[in-house]
């Protein structure tokens, strides 16, 4: 198995990082999920629009010698955070992207994002681009024989203890249900991760004015100054690395 991640910080793994501060994610624990002996390469960058993950880490992952004989992608997420969202040009994105991989003879799984909306300001707006987003990307993976995770419709992970503190990126728990379900749907049957109810999520007001100083705010300044948290970064593994099975 040689399996190949691109998208954007989901695929990254921002939100469950590892002692050492770097990310682990979804991706790296489907990679060491896979039953026997697995390369595995993520292109995937914090803060890439669509058509930066199509243009540049697409080509990247289908140039890897042997060629992927897996591969996801995600993305969308970054584009449906800015206003004036093109879902039209999104949706023709995606359709090219889908075309390329299939063509080659690879195995396609395409991810649609958490849905964060309920906590995000804006949300409302964000859920509506992501419900169309979402059923576009499912009538084109039927369309041209990829297959769709659709994580974007998972009602458990909307719930408050799948997210880190910026309510934007899953935590740890909410990686590992992401992983559930995609090697469920790779055929390796596995429950998926779900987290004690706990107590009912407090909304106070200092917490509020927290969370926007320490997370809106400085979003909103690096969309000012036109910068990225993914500004100097590449992806994790840029060539194929061998996994240990868990």
């Known amino acids: 198995m040689r399996y190949a991640a ?4 989901f695929s990254e793994g921002m939100g469950d990082e590892l002692p050492d501060g770097s990310p682990r994610g979804w991706t790296d624990l489907v990679a060491a999920g896979l039953p026997g002996d697995v390369q595995y390469a993520n292109f995937a960058i914090r803060g890439r629009l669509l058509a930066s993950i199509v243009a540049d880490q697409l080509p990247a992952a289908l140039a890897l010698d042997p060629k992927p004989t897996l591969l996801t992608l995600n993305g969308g997420g970054n584009d449906m955070m800015r206003p ?10 995606l359709e090219q992207a889908i075309e390329r991989v299939v063509d080659a003879g690879i195995r396609l799984v395409v991810i649609s994002g958490a849905d964060p909306s309920q906590r995000l300001p804006f949300g ?3 859920r509506r681009k992501g419900e169309i987003l979402t059923e576009a990307t499912r009538e084109l993976a039927e369309r041209h024989g990829a297959e769709l995770v659709d994580v974007f419709h998972d009602v458990e992970i909307r719930r408050a203890p799948y997210w880190s503190a910026d309510r934007l990126h899953l935590n740890a728990a909410g990686h590992q249900r992401v992983a559930g379900l995609v090697l469920t749907q790779l055929g390796y049957a596995q429950a998926a991760h779900a987290v004690d109810p706990g107590p009912a999520e407090t909304r106070r ?7 926007y100083r320490e997370h809106v705010l400085p979003w909103v300044q690096r969309r000012l100054q036109g910068r990225s948290s993914g ?16």
Request: aromatic share 8%; proline share 2%; hydrophobic share 40%.
């Open 6 to 9: 691109v998208g954007d910080s």
């Open 84 to 93: 004036g969202t093109d879902t039209v040009r999104l949706i023709a994105l």
């Open 124 to 126: 409302a707006s964000i």
């Open 205 to 211: 007001v200092l917490v509020e004015a927290r969370y």
């Open 231 to 246: 500004d100097d970064r590449t992806g994790k593994y840029l060539d194929w690395t061998s996994i240990k099975p868990s």
